[in-house]
Nanobody, 128 residues
Framework: QVQLQESGGGSVQSGGSLRLSCATT????????MAWFRQAPGLKREAVAV???????IYANSVKGRFTISRDNTDFTQYLQMNGLKPEDAARYYC??????????????????????WGQGTQVTVSS
């Protein structure tokens, strides 16, 4: 059973940085798409970034150039480096994983349906 656990959330001022981590257990091979989603109160959960086993990454337009997703295939940990944070980035951030390739999250779609495994989330607050 694959299990994910996020850490690294917190409160920062606008323009600040945070690094989220997602520890994984139960993953026995690297052929997973790994992703970060976020959900603000009253809004749908949205895909932020994905990375496949070849380290090919795709970002939502709202975070491109500010956020960086990465993964370590030796222990299946994934990261989200968030720079230049804005108040609109405030949300609960979730890591996710699913076997196979990554969807193109730049396209319109409810991408959370594509992911089989989820963490519990970590809160990110950005003050202006």
């Amino acid at each position: 059973q694959v299990q994910l656990q996020e850490s690294g959330g917190g409160s920062v001022q606008s323009g600040g940085s945070l690094r989220l981590s997602c520890a994984t257990t139960g993953m026995t091979h690297i052929y997973y798409c790994m992703a970060w989603f976020r959900q603000a109160p009253g809004l749908k959960r949205e895909a932020v970034a994905v990375v496949d086993y070849r380290d090919v990454t795709i970002y939502a337009n709202s975070v491109k150039g500010r956020f960086t997703i990465s993964r370590d295939n030796t222990d299946f940990t994934q990261y989200l480096q968030m720079n230049g944070l804005k108040p609109e980035d405030a949300a609960r951030y979730y890591c996710a994983a699913t076997p196979g390739g990554c969807p193109d999250i730049r396209q319109r779609g409810d991408w959370q349906r594509d992911f089989q495994y989820w963490g519990q989330g970590t809160q990110v607050t950005v003050s202006s």
